[in-house]
């Protein structure tokens, strides 16, 4: 069974970091892309950041480029490294599993929510 | 930028059909999926590449995607059906995935 479990989230002040995590298991992990997305309370899904199998390739959204990295192991994790929190940073964020042949995201986390005070 | 629209709610009687929109440019070129997500709770897929459908989403939960506009229809709407809909999609200009709007839809 996939599973995917993120953790690291909490509350932080304006301008401070958070590393998030998301551990995966019941799949070959070092074979499918991974991507982060976000939903701030009552609002929609928001892509965050994504990157290969491999590794060798990252993607961001522009709200987000410069400020958080998303890295991965070579065994079953996924990170998220927020720094320069802003407020609208506010959010849970899930972690999901990607089928890229044809973009979309088969496995959710249940999210580790993340605010930021102002 | 890429941008896809979806209504905000749309309100169907139970045992009706739902339908509900997804736009986008020349999104009919595109792989569209398709989420459900219910309060509280992860997202989770309920059609992919357009028209196919995960094991376990019912058949009565189908996709299209033709022009500028995608489709969810869910026949026999059931109270369980309410929930928010998302369509998504990959904008291969900017390497970004790109989410609807997201729509609610009631049962009622």
Redesign the interface.
């Known amino acids: 069974e996939v599973q995917l479990v993120e953790s690291g989230g909490g509350f932080v002040q304006r301008g401070g970091s958070l590393r998030l995590s998301c551990a995966a298991s019941g799949f070959s992990f070092s074979s499918y892309p991974m991507t982060w997305v976000r939903q701030a309370p009552g609002k929609g899904l928001e892509w965050v950041a994504s990157i290969t199998d491999g590794a060798s390739v990252v993607s961001y959204a522009d709200s987000v480029r410069g400020r958080f990295t998303i890295s991965r192991d070579h065994k079953n994790s996924l990170y998220l490294q927020m720094n320069s929190l802003r407020a609208d940073d506010t959010a849970v964020y899930y972690c999901a599993r990607v089928r890229a042949v044809a973009s979309y995201f088969d496995y959710w986390g249940q999210g580790t929510l993340v605010t930021v005070s102002s | 930028s890429f941008e896809l629209t979806q209504p905000p709610s749309v309100s169907v009687s139970p045992g009706q059909t739902a339908r509900i929109t997804c736009s986008g440019d020349k999104l009919g070129d595109?792989?569209v999926?398709w989420?459900q997500?219910k309060a509280g709770q992860?997202?989770?897929?309920i059609i992919?590449?357009n028209t196919k459908r995960?094991s376990g989403i019912p058949e009565r939960v189908s996709g299209s995607n033709s022009g500028n506009t995608a489709t969810l229809t869910i026949s026999g709407a059931q109270a369980m059906d309410e929930a928010?809909y998302?369509c998504?999609?990959?904008d291969s200009s900017t390497?970004?995935?790109?989410?609807?709007?997201?729509t609610k839809v009631t049962v009622l």
């Open positions: 595109r792989n999926c989420y997500q992860p997202p989770v897929l992919y590449q995960p928010e998302y998504q999609a990959w390497t970004n995935y790109v989410f609807g709007t997201g």
